[in-house]
Structures are given as structure tokens and as C-alpha cells.
């Protein structure tokens, strides 16, 4: 379970939605007023966002750690990504820039993670000589 990709929880919401007869993706789950007086609704596309970039961010600090579970965490999130450009590609439900920015955060998540492995296990290396 350690090595589970995160996004993959933003991917997976986003296809209970999608396929399901979830809320539309424009329904807001609540709304706020600002000092300025104006009202903020936050949808379900913003929800599933936000939740993303969350997730994005314990990815990143979890690609800071070099072990055997964090490359197949890399690997698997490789294949979210493939998933996620796929389901964009080819499934009108998910040609939506809600999803191409999940499929944003899946790509930097892949690139971000392989490339703070890679300088860490070189730091790591770098020590011990």
C-alpha cells in the first residue's frame, strides 16, 4: 500500500464521477462570500483540483526517500500517468480541462519523482566515496 501512487485517488474519484451518475462536475459543494462581497462556489472540478495538488505535493515529498517501494511508487505512477493520457485521449467524458490538468499533475509527478530520486540517490552516492 506504500508504494500506491496518490494521484491515482484523484484519477479514480474523477472516473466514479465520470462513470457513475455521480455530480456534475459543475455542481459546487459550497459557496462563500469574500470581504470584497463577491461569492466564491467551489465545484466539484475545484475539489477534485485542489485535492490533487495536495496529493501532488506528499508525492513529491515522498519521492525525497530512496527505497524499493518509492521505484515501484515511480513506476506505477508512470502507469497513472499512461491511464490518465489515454482516458483524455480517447473517452469524451474525460476531454475536459479538469482532467487534462489531472493528467498535468500525473506527468509532473512522474518527472518530478524520477528526477528528486535520482539527485538524492547521487547525493546518497556521493557521500560514501
Known amino acids: 500500500m506504500g508504494s500506491m501512487p496518490l494521484m491515482a485517488i ?13 455530480p ?11 470581504i470584497s462581497g463577491a461569492s466564491w462556489a467551489v465545484t466539484v472540478a475545484d475539489a477534485l483540483l485542489m485535492g490533487g495538488l495536495v ?3 506528499l508525492e513529491l515529498v515522498g519521492a525525497t526517500f530512496t527505497s524499493t517501494s518509492s521505484i515501484v511508487n515511480h513506476g506505477l505512477s508512470l502507469l497513472v500517468f499512461i491511464v490518465c493520457l489515454i482516458e483524455f485521449i480517447a473517452l469524451p467524458a474525460f476531454g475536459t480541462s479538469t ?9 509532473l509527478d512522474v518527472v518530478a519523482g524520477f528526477t528528486v530520486t535520482i539527485r538524492a540517490a547521487r547525493r546518497d552516492f556521493g557521500v560514501g566515496e
Request: proline share 0%; hydrophobic share 70%; charged share 5%.
Open 10 to 22: 484523484v484519477v479514480i474519484a474523477y472516473n466514479i464521477i465520470a462513470f457513475l451518475t455521480g
Open 24 to 34: 456534475s462536475l459543475d455542481t459546487a459543494l459550497f459557496s462563500v462570500t469574500l
Open 55 to 57: 496529493l501532488l505535493f
Open 99 to 107: 482532467f487534462f490538468l489531472i493528467t498535468m499533475m500525473a506527468l
